[in-house]
C-alpha cells in the first residue's frame, strides 16, 4: 500500500495528478523524498446512490457535490463514460480528481497539483504553427478550482494551485530526472504515451522543444481494446452483458466466469488487443517515419504500454520506463519541484 500524505498543514503538499478517462493517477513525495504513487479507476455516477457493501468496503464509495451536481464514486460501480472531448474539463473529472485525492490521504489538506491536456488539446493550430491554447488551459485550471464536497460530511482535499502542462511530454521529464540529476539527451526523444481513450505521440529535442512537425493525438487507446474484448466475448459466448467488473478481471486474467463456470478468454482478448495495435503501429510510424532510427530513444509510457508489450519490441530503440502508468503523474509532480526549487 503507498504512504498516505504528508501530515503538515504548514505548506500545500505536491501532487502530480494524471487524470486519465480509465483511471486517476497520482505521484507525490514521501518524507524521505522518494515518490509514492496510488491509482484509482474513473468510475462515477450521476446521483446520490448510496451504495454500500456487506464486507465493510462501503468507504471506498464516496458521494459528493459540485456546483449542484451529485456524483457517486466507487470502484464498483460501471461508471458513466468518460469518453467525450471536454472530459479533462468537467465536473466529473473534478469530482474523481477529489476522490483520488481523498483516497490517498489528502482529505482536508491544502494541495498543489498539476495535471495535463491531450497534445491536440493543449496545443492549437496557429497561422505560424501550434501553439499553446491558453484558453482551454486556463478552463482546465479555473475548473479544477471550483468548489467540491463530499456527502458525508467528511472534509475533502482543498486544491490551492492547479497548473496544467502537455501530457506525454511530462514522462520526458520523468524520464530526464533522475533524483537530483539530470540525465543527458544528445539526440531527440520519441514518446508514445498509451492511455485510456487516446494516443499521444510526440518528438522533443534535445533543448526540451517539442518538434511541432511531429506531434500528434490519434483517439486509440486501452478502452478500444475493452470495446473489442467485449464484444467478442459477447459473440463467442452468447452473452447478454458483461459487468465491468468482470471485464476488469478478464483483461487481467484472460479468464471469465460463465454460467457459473471459468471459461478461458485469451483468445478474444488477443485478438482485441492486435486490432488496435495494428492501428497504433500505424499511427506511430507516421509521426516517426524513416527518422524513427535516429531518435535517441522511444519512451513508451500510460498504462497501455502494459497491454500493448509487443508494440514497444518493434522499435529496437524502444524504453518501456518503470511503471509506466505513473510516468506522467512523476513527470508533473518533478517540473512542479522543480518550479519550487526543490529539486
Known sequence: MPE???????????????????????????????????????????????????????????????????????????????????????????????????????????????????????????????????????RKIESFGRPVRRLDGEETSRIVRHEVFPQGLAAVADWLVVGNELRSQEAPIGV?????????????????????????????????????????????????????????????TGSLLHWGKEVSVREELSEAVREVELRLRGEILSVFGKEAASLETILFVGGGSHVFRTLSAGFPNATVVRDPEFANARGFLKVLAISEGKR
Open 192 to 252: 508514445v504515451d498509451i492511455g485510456g481513450q487516446t494516443t499521444d505521440i510526440s518528438v522533443v529535442n534535445p533543448d526540451y522543444q517539442v518538434d511541432h512537425g511531429r506531434l500528434k493525438t490519434c483517439d486509440l487507446g486501452v478502452l478500444d481494446v475493452r470495446d473489442g474484448f467485449r464484444r467478442r466475448i459477447m459473440s463467442a459466448h452468447n452473452a447478454d452483458r458483461i459487468p465491468e467488473s468482470a471485464l476488469d478481471k478478464a483483461m487481467r
Open 4 to 138: 498516505t500524505a504528508a501530515t503538515s498543514e504548514q505548506a500545500p503538499q505536491s501532487v502530480g495528478l494524471d487524470d486519465g478517462y480509465a483511471a486517476v493517477k497520482l505521484a507525490w513525495y514521501a518524507p524521505d523524498g522518494s515518490i509514492r504513487t496510488q491509482s484509482v479507476l474513473s468510475r462515477a455516477q450521476r446521483g446520490a446512490l448510496g451504495v454500500g457493501s456487506l464486507f465493510g468496503t462501503a468507504g471506498e464509495t464516496v458521494g459528493y457535490e459540485t456546483e449542484g451536481e451529485f456524483f457517486t464514486v466507487s470502484p464498483f460501480l460501471e461508471g458513466e463514460t468518460t469518453r467525450f472531448p471536454d472530459y479533462n474539463i468537467s465536473s466529473l473529472a473534478r469530482v474523481l480528481a477529489h476522490y483520488a485525492l481523498d483516497s490517498a490521504g489528502f482529505a482536508g489538506k491544502g494541495v498543489r497539483t498539476a495535471s495535463g491536456l491531450p497534445l491536440d488539446r493543449y496545443f492549437r493550430n496557429d497561422p505560424n504553427g501550434k501553439r499553446k491554447d491558453e484558453a482551454r488551459v486556463a
